[in-house]
């Protein structure tokens, strides 16, 4: 026989009142986790967006003409195109600078044949790859199991995506990837 203490109301009451304290702190703590990554992220880019101004900076002035130097006679834009290779640069949050030539296209991954190999543990053999078309640069996921991000938002497998100038995640692993 059911004892009338277990019919009352007050033990459902407690219950019901522990289990939302028990979801209100999870979701509080949830909350933190979330804050704390995207402060994280923030300086991470930030620290990418400084080093891209310096490497802006530094070509401006390799690049910078002595005052009454004569100004080079106009090329044709395919002409130039042809002649030298687009580039990629890829810059590590460590500060390594990769500067990758770029005819079509670029293979990313872990194999010793891409372009631009990167021995580490969740990076695939051939991970993704950047196409050049018609003035366009699109990505490519492989089918990766640690999938593809570019500027925060997972690039779909196998699905050509536009790209420009932002930051480039494989995995666990994050680059800023300039352009131009």
């Keep these: 026989m059911i004892s009338g203490s277990f019919l009352s109301p007050v033990p459902v009451f407690l219950s019901a009142a522990l289990l939302l304290g028990i979801s209100i702190m999870s979701f509080s703590v949830f909350i933190r986790l979330n804050r704390r990554n ?85 990076i695939e053999p051939i991970h993704c790859k950047i196409n050049y078309e018609d003035g366009i640069y699109t990505i490519t996921d492989n089918g990766t199991a640690s999938g593809t991000f570019f500027d925060g938002n997972r690039v779909a497998p196998n699905t050509p995506t536009e790209i420009k100038t932002g930051v480039l995640q494989l995995g666990r692993y994050t680059y800023f990837m300039t352009i131009g």
């Design 38 to 122: 995207k402060r994280d992220f923030d300086k991470k880019l930030a620290a990418y967006n400084e080093a891209v101004e310096k490497i802006r900076q530094q070509e401006e002035a390799k690049n910078a003409k002595p005052e009454g130097a004569k100004k080079p006679a106009v090329v044709k834009a395919e002409a130039s195109i042809a002649n030298s290779p687009r580039r990629i640069q890829f810059m590590a949050p460590n500060g390594a600078s990769y500067d990758v030539p770029m005819i079509e296209s670029l293979t990313i991954g872990n194999n010793q044949r891409c372009d631009l190999c990167i021995k580490k543990t969740g």
